[in-house]
C-alpha cells in the first residue's frame, strides 16, 4: 500500500510537472493565444518606454507612443548596431527583445538594459513580446 502511495505521488507530480511545462509551448505551437500589439504590446510602450523614446530624436531614434511605434520597430534597424529591432517571426534577431531580456552585449549591442535605469519589466511581459514576435510580430 506504501509502495502504491509512492508510486501514485511519483506519477502525480510528473503530470504536474509536465502540465507546468507543456502549457506555454502547446499555446503558442497551436496558435490559441495570439498575442495582440494594440492590446498587449502597446500599452507596455506607452507606459514603460515612450516616456524617453517619443519624438524619435531621442538616443536610439524610435517614437514608442502608440499611434508611431509600430512603424518605428519592426523591420528598423538599430542606429547602434544595425540590428533590426523587430524581425518578424525571429526573437533571437530583434534587439528591441535583447534590450529589454539584458542580452544586447552578447549580441555585439551597447548601452543599458531597457527600460533605462529602472526595474526589468516582469519575466510574463518580456515573454508576451517575445510571442508577439515570434507569431510574425503582426499589426493585430
Ligand atoms: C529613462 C529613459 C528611457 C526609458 C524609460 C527607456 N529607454 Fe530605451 N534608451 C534610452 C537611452 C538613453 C538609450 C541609448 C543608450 C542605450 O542604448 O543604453 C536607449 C536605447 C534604446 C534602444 C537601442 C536603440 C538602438 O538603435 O541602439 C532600444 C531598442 C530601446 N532603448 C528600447 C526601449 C524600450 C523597449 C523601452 C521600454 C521597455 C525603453 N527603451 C525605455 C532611454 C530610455
Given at each position: 500500500m506504501k509502495r502504491l502511495a509512492a508510486c501514485l505521488s511519483v506519477s502525480w507530480s510528473a503530470m504536474v510537472i509536465g502540465i507546468v511545462q507543456a502549457e506555454p509551448v502547446a499555446t503558442a505551437k497551436e496558435g490559441k493565444?495570439?498575442?495582440?500589439?494594440?492590446?498587449?504590446?502597446?500599452?507596455?510602450?506607452?507606459?514603460?518606454?515612450?516616456?524617453c523614446h517619443m519624438t524619435g530624436s531621442e538616443p536610439g531614434n524610435m517614437k514608442l507612443y502608440p499611434s508611431a511605434a509600430y512603424d518605428s520597430i519592426v523591420g528598423v534597424e538599430s542606429v547602434t548596431t544595425g540590428a533590426t529591432l523587430v524581425t518578424p517571426g525571429e526573437p533571437e534577431s530583434s534587439y528591441l527583445l535583447h534590450k529589454i531580456k539584458g542580452t544586447h552585449l552578447e549580441q555585439g549591442g551597447t548601452g543599458a538594459r531597457m527600460p533605462f535605469a529602472q526595474r526589468p519589466l516582469p519575466e510574463d511581459v518580456v515573454i508576451q513580446i517575445e510571442?508577439?514576435?515570434?507569431q510574425g510580430a503582426l499589426d493585430n
Open positions: 493565444t495570439v498575442v495582440s500589439f494594440a492590446q498587449t504590446v502597446v500599452p507596455v510602450l506607452r507606459t514603460q518606454c515612450a516616456t510571442q508577439w514576435i515570434a
